[in-house]
């Protein structure tokens, strides 16, 4: 799917990148949606847009003193990766930590192309596609306070096409803030900062400080400048309820010892959330019980003889706008301390010692600060068209906060604002992805929104802040009932995005016209060894390679339990095709950039004594694959070679479609009887252990295990099996909890015993097998030769389960040995071009 850009020495593109998904940003929307989709859709081609240098998004951005999340970081985390931290309002730096150590660890890092801004989308009804302009841009170098400006455009421009833009830009402009107009600027001789572009070379002890605001991040800077030894005034035009929390969640805290650290995380994101929406309901049911509360506890952490009234009181009722939560009191030990103080009114101007008010009072200040706010910029700023034609944003009505009306194949992130932002962008991505799933599954290629005629809206956002309200004319519109409200109650997003309906009678779909098939690129100009997809019948999406000779005798590898198509060694691949073969490898089910299933997850105590899992599908499923794959090709017969579990597709095949089998071979596996082939001890425990969660972990555990099943005859190189293994992880094997890899054992123990079906396996098989197999006994080579009748055993001294480069050679010649002597069988028809519609990944 993805055909890479080519420029010429003039810049112009002679081919265009075609994505499956482009996310617009990489912050913490867009790196959330990233690793959904990486774990629901590995075979998607995705790319990740960052019109800035660094990941991170907004906390990259933002590097002002006390920077930190309003949200606590149990509901602020994704729910796929708990927040383990100890505090629940972490500081800028670890949630940055947080996200980047997140897109490694999902693989998501690699899929980044920073200095990359769009520019404009244009959606082409005829082929189901967004053609996009992207200007590269490039970051200028530090000015002289040492501050990175923002990234500004190269005036050089690529093409992409998509078929679906994930838009996770944000709602602001990151290369500029909101500031007030206030005369007299030129009078002051200090400097005025805003927070959005914090100067590296200010240092705050002994300055006097104004800083202009009542908002999160005022309240975050007064007790942060106050630390660093500066005298701080708060000059607000209109108060804000603002309540003093613990950094460190009691009840997390007591949790943390008894579960561990990520089983806290997971509990408290569902008690957060749960106890948000409560003060939220109880804020907006009783608001004048809920000001007195408030007012309680502020008079406990205010200095003595503090104006409340003045300086606390604001005119609207809690949860009108966001309630400012502080860690620990910070800010009220600021004011406590004498070192910071705080003044209500209007801001008139500037003058040479500070700012002038309103009263005629003025607040002296070395340093004014800015803390007035964002100014507002849907979808990134890019020029939107349909067919050619520009898309006003504020005529179109934001459908489930997901897409909008008229607009197909085009989601956005806006998260809560009574809530943690990343709750609602959790369950959108979830949507998003089913939504591609049931896509695939009944062939549609386009998905649009349909508003009903006349139908009554309202502005997109239902937030008092100043710096919303400056814009709403230009946003879109929401409306005043599902599904076109934008809801801000998790509990009931919940319900409706996660576990209810994935589609209504407002959502539209289109497959291809005419008979003709989703316009991409097509697999004619895949090379040898690309990647390539197919959508079964069934809705799952394959993940294929072809190599060799167009018109060889097709010979089908399956891989192993775990294993991705990389798994069969090249020298084999290679010396079946210089035998003039068609080799066609494919990733199975829940393995690879094949597609993952959702079928019960088998538990450990069914893995350990390989008990049937209700729901579970079986490697008769996993067979029809195989043939699925088969008539994708148009490929009548073919040789079929499976190794361990693949050896067991591949018996499945032979023994259910001898229609479509030329030869069988067997390595490595067995008949699922329960007497024979049993796996070591200690292949049990190393299998038993907890997966890998990391890119570096995974091959660690991965050559661990290939030294392991290799065994000391002919032990596997750690340098061959590291690079193996992250190619691996690259291509899908991202940490899930091995619930993918337990899906597949669960088909091994669903499926059973298959010696009966076996016996009526009659086209000629050769089984191969290792004398010194820690995970298939020999005697599960044995049996299978045994109740196939007719076929051929071949045992190989010292070899494990693992086909080592020593062994290779003489592999290949057993099984072209095997190949040629079917010569006289039926001949298959391979098609000389591949007819997938779809395109090639290259690596």
């Not at 991040?217 to 005034?233: C, F, I, N, R, S």
């Not at 298959?754 to 016996?759: E, G, S």
């Amino acid at each position: 799917m993805i055909s890479k850009d080519t420029q010429d020495a003039q810049g112009t593109q002679d081919t265009v990148e075609h994505l499956d998904v482009l996310i617009i940003g990489a912050g913490l929307s867009g790196i959330g949606a990233a690793c959904r989709l990486r774990q629901d859709h590995p075979g998607r081609s995705v790319a990740l847009l960052e019109a800035r240098s660094r990941a991170g998004g907004t906390w990259d951005l933002f590097r002002y003193p006390g920077i930190r999340s309003d949200s606590d970081l149990y509901t602020f985390g994704y729910d796929f990766r708990p927040w383990r931290g100890g505090k629940a309002i972490a500081d800028g730096p670890s949630i940055l930590h947080y996200l980047k150590e997140t897109a490694a660890e999902y693989g998501v890092d690699t899929l980044i192309r920073y200095h990359r801004r769009v520019v404009s989308a244009d959606w082409s009804s005829a082929d189901a596609r967004w053609n996009l302009t992207v200007e590269v841009m490039e970051t200028p170098e530090p000015g002289p306070d040492g501050t990175s400006p923002e990234p500004a455009g190269t005036g050089e421009f690529l093409r992409l096409s998509a078929g679906w833009i994930f838009n996770a830009a944000g709602y602001y402009r990151y290369d500029e803030g909101y500031a007030p107009h206030l005369p007299g600027r030129e009078q002051f001789p200090g400097r005025i900062v805003h927070p959005q572009h914090w100067p590296r070379d200010l240092a705050p002890a002994g300055k006097r400080i104004a800083v202009i605001g009542s908002g999160a991040t005022a309240v975050t800077l007064v007790p942060a400048l106050v630390q660093q030894g500066a005298e701080v005034t708060m000059v607000q035009r209109t108060p804000t309820y603002i309540l003093p929390i613990p950094a460190e969640d009691p009840v997390a805290r007591r949790l943390r010892g008894v579960v561990g650290p990520e089983r806290t995380g997971r509990i408290m994101a569902e008690i957060s959330a749960r106890r948000q929406r409560a003060i939220w309901a109880f804020c907006q049911r009783w608001p004048n019980l809920a000001r007195k509360a408030i007012r309680g506890i502020q008079s406990r952490a205010v200095p003595e003889g503090f104006d409340l009234d003045t300086h606390l009181n604001p005119p609207y009722g809690p949860w009108d706008q966001r309630l400012c939560a502080v860690p620990d009191g910070d800010f009220f030990s600021a004011l406590r301390s004498g070192k910071a103080t705080m003044v209500t009114a209007r801001t008139a101007g500037f003058t040479e010692h500070g700012l002038r008010l309103e009263s005629g009072k003025e607040v002296a200040a070395d340093v004014v600060v800015t803390a007035t706010g964002f100014t507002i910029q849907i979808l990134g700023g890019m020029e939107l068209r349909l067919d050619g034609v520009p898309v006003t944003l504020a005529e179109h009505v934001a459908y489930r906060g997901v897409m909008l009306s008229g607009i197909p194949n085009m989601a956005f992130a806006i998260g809560y604002t009574n809530a943690s932002w990343t709750l609602k962008v959790g369950l959108l991505t979830r949507w998003f992805s089913r939504l591609l799933t049931s896509m695939d599954r009944r062939g549609y290629t386009a998905a649009v929104p349909v508003a009903p005629e006349g139908m009554e809206t309202r502005p997109l956002l239902d937030f008092g802040a100043g710096y919303v309200q400056r814009s709403l004319d230009s946003l879109p519109r929401q409306g005043t009932r599902a599904p076109w409200l934008m809801t801000m109650n998790f509990l009931a997003d919940r319900r409706d995005l996660q576990k209810g309906a994935l589609v209504d009678s407002h959502l539209r779909f289109s497959g291809p016209e005419d008979g003709r098939q989703q316009a991409a690129p097509t697999d004619d100009d895949a090379g040898p060894g690309a990647d390539r997809f197919l959508t079964l019948p069934s809705g799952l999406r394959l993940c294929y390679r072809l190599d060799g000779p167009v018109d060889g005798e097709p010979v089908v590898l399956v891989s192993g339990l775990g294993l991705d198509l990389t798994a069969w060694p090249a020298a084999m691949v290679a010396g079946l095709t210089d035998a003039g073969y068609r080799v066609i490898r494919l990733d199975n089910r829940d393995a690879g950039r094949s597609g993952r299933m959702e079928t019960p997850v088998p538990s450990l105590l069914h893995q350990a004594f390989a008990r049937p899992m209700t729901g579970a599908y079986r490697i008769e499923d996993m067979a029809d694959d195989v043939v699925g794959l088969l008539d994708h090709l148009q490929v009548d017969r073919a040789h079929v070679a499976g190794m361990s579990l693949g050896g067991m597709i591949a018996q499945s095949v032979a023994a259910r479609r001898p229609d479509r089998v030329l030869t069988l071979t067997s390595l490595i596996s067995t008949t699922g009887a329960r007497e024979v082939g049993a796996a070591a001890l200690s292949t049990k425990v190393r299998f038993a252990a907890r997966p890998p969660r990391t890119r570096e972990a995974f091959i660690r555990a991965r050559v661990g295990m290939m030294r392991h099943l290799s065994g000391r005859a002919n032990p596997a190189d750690p340098a061959v099996e590291a690079e193996l293994a992250g190619l691996a992880w690259d291509r899908g094997a991202y940490p899930d909890g091995g619930r993918a890899r337990a899906r597949q054992l669960g088909a091994i123990n669903a499926s059973q015993d298959r010696t009966r079906d076996l016996a009526g396996i009659r086209v000629p098989t050769l089984v191969i097998h290792g004398d010194r197999d820690p995970i298939v006994h020999p005697s599960g080579g044995t049996a299978t030769a045994a109740a196939i009748p007719g076929s051929r055993l071949v045992t190989i001294p010292g070899m494990g389960h693992y086909f080592h480069a020593a062994a290779v050679p003489e592999l290949v010649r057993l099984i072209t040995g095997h190949l040629a002597a079917a010569h006289t069988a039926a001949p298959a028809r391979p098609r000389p071009t591949d007819p997938s519609p779809a395109t090639p990944v290259r690596h």
